[in-house]
């Protein structure tokens, strides 16, 4: 009922930058949040960034002056601006979505990942 469509990852040095785009689409009623989470081998999901239907972004920590959550409400999409990038932040970036669905109520929507890969 809903897709989460995600690109703009690829092969970076430490230092580069990447930018993520996710877009949505189907039954969608009304998106309240969408965002980007990441998971590394071996590792736990986490957050990366979120932000609300009315602008309030949150941004984990370890990316706080590095990554740049932003939002294009017409065209139902996301962007992550990743600006020197490490090699720490080597992850699968799944873009995640809380949406009103019509017909089927408010779900957790996630894509099916993009890889990002910081080395030199």
């Known amino acids: 009922q809903v897709q989460l469509v995600e690109s703009g990852g690829g092969l970076v040095q430490p230092g580069g930058s990447l930018r993520l785009s996710c877009a949505a689409s189907g039954n969608i009623f009304v998106i309240y949040r969408m965002g980007w989470y990441r998971q590394a081998p071996g590792k736990q999901r986490e957050l990366v960034a979120l932000?609300?239907?009315?602008?309030?972004?949150n941004y984990a920590d370890s990316v706080k002056g590095r990554f740049t959550i932003s939002r294009d409400s017409t065209k139902n999409t996301v962007y992550l601006q990743m600006n020197n990038l490490k090699p720490e932040d080597t992850a699968v970036y799944y873009c995640y979505a809380d949406i009103y669905v019509l017909a089927a109520g408010r779900n957790d929507c996630w894509g099916q990942g993009t890889q990002v890969t910081v080395s030199s």
């Open positions: 932000i609300t239907n009315t602008g309030s972004t």
